[in-house]
Every structure is written in C-alpha cells, then in structure tokens.
C-alpha cells in the first residue's frame, strides 16, 4: 500500500497501465467495432507500450516531466482520436504536478482534474455526450471531494474507481453525439461508451496499483 507515488514508482504504474491495455486489447477492439471502427484496442496498446518504454529509462526525473514525456510518446505512437485525447491528458496531468516531489491525494487530485479538462478542451465534447468525459468528470469529482477531506491517497483512489465504474455503466443510458459512434446514434444506446470504458481502466489499474 502506497501513501504517495514518487519519481521512481512511475515505470512501475506504467507498466501496470500497458498490461491493462494489452490484456483487454481485444475487449476493447470488441466494444469498439459495434459503433465506431474496430482500432480501440490496438491505439491504446500502441499508445502505452511506447509510453511505457519512454519512462523506463527516467527514473529520478521529475515526476511532471515523466508523465508530460510519456504523452508526447502516445501522441506519437496512436495519432487516433483516442489516442490523441489520451496524450493531451497526460500531458496536461504531468503539467499540472511538474512541482511535486511526490503524489498524494491532492496531487492526484490535481492531475485528474487537468487530465480531464484537457480532454474536454481538446475534444470539444460536453457531459452527457456520451464521450471518454462523462467518466473522466466523476472521477475528478471524487478525488476532489477525497483532498477535501484529507483522505490517504489508496482510500482517494479505490473511491474514484467506484465513481469511475458506476460512471461507465451510466453512458449505457446515453446516445453518442461525437466521432463516428453518432452515426450510429440510436445502436449506441444500450453500450457503454468505449472512450470511458479506456478511462475505467485507467482509474482501476491506478487503484490496484496504490493498493499494491
């Protein structure tokens, strides 16, 4: 169990992050073919292998420069949609805790609330639009409500996991408004969104890993 996540925890998360995304490559490959076109799985494997690859060779760097550099990697390695959105959070994360010596509640807190007003600058979407924000946004709200609290980084995290996971089953209930998924619009209704299925796990695997 992690009370904080310093500089040399960052390729362990990664990694942790890329195992993730290559296990559920398919699952995501899946869920996206049923509105929009099948690479899901593929960008995000692609995206947090390069990632990966980048930190593993920054232990002792700062942490906001891991993370910022670990986006530029993404960015280069998936140019897709998702891909993209994905590097700007992470890019926009590491910018916002580029001073910190360490990651507690109210660092984390920092780097999701950036993450996830990157993504919806960059994106353009709004809550409800049945996008990667509509489980981003709860999940910052939870970390926020947890630094308001004081609450120990691994209790923050599991609660934003929670939010994160009812969040996702919610989009179930929306109708896509974005991307090709609108096409699709009434067919969307009844799935849960892909781009937040991406966000969940993100979320998920940050909890088990702080749990340890």
């Given at each position: 169990m992690m009370d904080t996540i310093n500089t040399g925890n960052i390729a362990a998360l990664f990694e942790a992050f890329h195992a993730t995304f290559r296990d559920k490559r398919d699952e995501l490959i899946a869920l996206d073919a049923k509105v929009g076109d099948s690479d899901l799985g593929i960008t995000m494997n692609s995206a947090f292998e390069a990632a990966t690859k980048t930190v593993s060779d920054m232990d002792g760097e700062p942490l906001g420069k891991q993370f910022k550099m670990a986006g530029a990697a993404m960015a280069k390695a998936a140019p897709s949609t998702m891909g993209t959105l994905t590097a700007t959070g992470f890019m926009r994360g590491?910018?916002?805790?580029?001073?910190?010596?360490?990651?507690?509640?109210?660092?984390?807190?920092?780097?999701?609330?950036?993450?996830?007003?990157?993504?919806?600058?960059?994106?353009?979407?709004?809550?409800?639009?049945?996008?990667?924000?509509?489980?981003?946004?709860?999940?910052?709200?939870?970390?926020?409500?947890?630094?308001?609290?004081?609450?120990?980084?691994?209790?923050?995290?599991?609660?934003?996991?929670?939010?994160?996971?009812?969040?996702?089953?919610?989009?179930?209930?929306?109708?896509?408004?974005?991307?090709?998924?609108?096409?699709?619009?009434?067919?969307?209704?009844?799935?849960?969104?892909?781009?937040?299925?991406?966000?969940?796990?993100?979320?998920?695997?940050?909890?088990?890993?702080?749990?340890?």
């Open positions: 590491g910018k916002a805790v580029d001073d910190a010596d360490a990651i507690g509640t109210k660092e984390m807190t920092a780097f999701w609330r950036a993450y996830a007003d990157g993504i919806a600058e960059r994106g353009k979407a709004k809550l409800g639009d049945k996008t990667v924000l509509d489980v981003l946004e709860p999940i910052a709200q939870s970390l926020e409500q947890s630094a308001d609290q004081h609450a120990p980084l691994v209790d923050a995290v599991a609660d934003a996991a929670r939010a994160g996971q009812a969040a996702l089953v919610a989009t179930k209930d929306m109708v896509a408004q974005h991307g090709k998924a609108a096409a699709f619009a009434d067919k969307s209704k009844g799935l849960q969104d892909a781009g937040g299925t991406v966000a969940f796990l993100l979320i998920e695997t940050l909890a088990r890993f702080v749990k340890g």
